[in-house]
């Protein structure tokens, strides 16, 4: 694993914070486990969250289970792994497999289409893994209730096609021993968004056909060099993050696209954002774009020289170097990186939602299939669109937060015998997600896009508790095709609206500016908004 500085001012301010931690004894330290390093405040909760330290080793005692698992998903052919799971719970499993290049369905969504989708293929075939620290998370609890009465139906013995990943003595613990699921337990003291080689994931990826021994066998080659003053990956990566960050340079621009590894900054993004911003500070992970020159921009790039540093080394490296410099990172910006103290302000108003919904209201205006919902002064998309860029302050950045199918796109029509280039055109036509290109070539600020529910357990907690410079435009549609979740008083298209209002009442109650669209048809909404942000 090497961590290469190619821009001098990113050196310089990396190599100021390193004397920093290195005066302070702080690598030393942080590889003992001390739970002081990040204040006497922080000290009682990193107590309780540094497990993840020691994983690459201690992971190593659940691969006899594993083995087990695999064992006998093979022989029932279950082929099709399912897994419900929300942020550090799914995200490096996602990572795992799609670098791996097998198949892993994540639904880490409160979309009835896209869990629709899940159930249609093939439930004979299918094992579902539901996976959280507690399982009192909204959307898994939905997501097995739903896969529970399928099953059923289907005429499959739930305790047959489920598996439990849960931290020993949670509720969902306690509902898996009720209903005879195969579980295997996870570390208590291992944070959701630090475990990624935990069996969070581990147990999924292995399922879906991953040598995952490997992946410990990556990381443990990087333990003994965590505790040196020199030749240590992650005090190099915490340093030019934390040191670059108090220099100004404090929005992530991750690239990835010369990598073989596939999907890694979805998974950092989440790291550094969560465990970063907080307290009016933080570091904005931005994926998926390209470079604008700003001053406060630090590009890391994954195995390849296109960005101020260069990151290389293989995915389960990869997992514990960023944990390690995300909480060094931390230390520096003085921030806890192992709580996430405004995500629940989103899930409660959610809840509230659910109990109590809100009175529809009257658009601010209607511009074809996108109703305009939100203070503004203008009266069609493009005048909006417009309107949110210029509001984003000097030092600040637009968020796209789409509460849509993710994977809409593929079912767009195509043309039959088009090659890959057409289908590619295709489907970017039909991708709320092709928002945040179109409206980045109209700034020199950074877009993000998030899809909900997802981004809530991820960018949501730099969202509400960064720095508080950002405007955000978030996307609701209408929901033609609903799904009852049973044995709750809602469906997951009632529970995916209350989740993107509860938002936005998260946001405004911190000052935020924020508009929402809802589109009243989602395929011509999404085309109507493509076409507004080339006007704009």
Avoid at 237 to 250: E, F, Q, S, W
Avoid at 461 to 474: A, D, I, R, S
Wanted: net charge negative; proline share 6%; charged share 20%.
């Amino acid at each position: 694993m090497e961590v290469t500085v190619r821009d001098e001012e990113v050196a310089e301010a990396a190599s100021s914070a390193a004397a920093r931690l290195l005066g302070d004894g702080v690598p030393q330290r942080l590889a003992a486990a001390d739970p002081g390093l990040w204040g006497e405040e922080a000290a009682a909760g990193a107590a309780t969250r540094l497990g993840w330290l020691t994983l690459p080793l201690t992971s190593r005692e659940l691969l006899p289970e594993i083995g087990k698992l695999t064992e006998w998903a093979g022989a029932q052919g279950l082929a099709n792994v399912v897994l419900a799971g929300m942020g550090g719970s799914s995200l490096a499993a996602e990572v795992i497999c799609n670098t791996a290049d097998v198949p892993l369905t994540v639904l880490d969504t409160s979309d009835p289409r896209q869990v629709r989708r899940a159930l249609a293929d093939g439930l004979d075939k299918t094992v579902l893994v539901v996976a959280g620290k507690s399982g009192t998370t909204v959307e898994t609890d939905a997501a097995l209730r739903v896969f529970e009465a399928a099953f059923r139906a289907a005429g499959i013995d739930p305790g047959d096609r489920i598996v439990v990943v849960t931290d020993p003595g949670s509720p969902l613990e306690q509902a898996a021993i009720d209903a005879g699921y195969q579980m295997v337990p996870a570390r208590p003291d291992v944070g959701g968004r630090y475990s990624a080689l935990s069996a969070f994931g581990l147990v999924p990826s292995a399922l879906a056909g991953v040598e995952v021994e490997r992946l410990l066998a990556e990381a443990e080659e990087m333990t003994p060099l965590l505790a040196l003053p020199e030749g240590n990956p992650g005090l190099d990566l915490g340093a030019v993050l934390g040191g670059a960050a108090l220099a100004g340079r404090d929005k992530l621009i991750l690239e990835d696209r010369l990598a073989q590894i596939t999907g890694l900054p979805d998974w950092i993004e989440h790291l550094v954002a969560e465990s970063l911003g907080k307290d009016g500070r933080g570091i904005l992970p931005v994926v998926a774009a390209d470079p604008t020159g700003a001053r406060d921009e630090l590009v890391v790039a994954i195995g390849s020289d296109n960005g101020d540093v260069r990151v290389d080394g293989p995915l389960g490296a990869q997992f514990l170097v960023w944990e390690y410099a995300t909480a060094l990172a931390g230390r520096l910006l003085e921030v806890d990186p192992f709580d996430q103290p405004d995500v629940a302000v989103a899930e409660r108003n959610a809840r509230a939602l659910l109990e109590a919904p809100a009175a529809a209201q009257e658009p601010a205006f209607t511009d074809g299939p996108v109703q305009v919902h939100g203070p503004t002064e203008a009266r069609d998309l493009p005048g909006l669109l417009a309107e949110l860029l210029a509001a984003v302050p000097a030092g600040g950045y637009l968020a796209v937060l789409a509460h849509l199918d993710r994977l809409a796109a593929f079912d767009a029509p195509v043309r039959e015998g088009a090659d890959f280039e057409e289908m590619t055109d295709a489907w970017m036509a039909a991708d709320a997600a092709t928002l945040r290109a179109l409206l980045a070539l109209r700034t020199d600020r950074p877009v993000t896009f998030g899809w909900g529910p997802r981004y809530l357990h991820a960018t949501g907690q730099y969202h509400k508790g960064g720095p508080g410079n950002g405007v955000f435009l978030l996307i609701t549609g209408v929901v033609e095709d609903d799904l009852a979740v049973p044995g709750r008083p809602y469906s997951l298209g009632g529970l995916q609206l209350a989740q993107a209002l509860g938002d936005l009442q998260a946001l405004a109650g911190r000052g935020r500016p924020a508009v929402r669209l809802h589109l009243t048809d989602r395929v011509t909404g999404v085309a109507r908004l493509l076409a507004a942000a080339q006007e704009a």
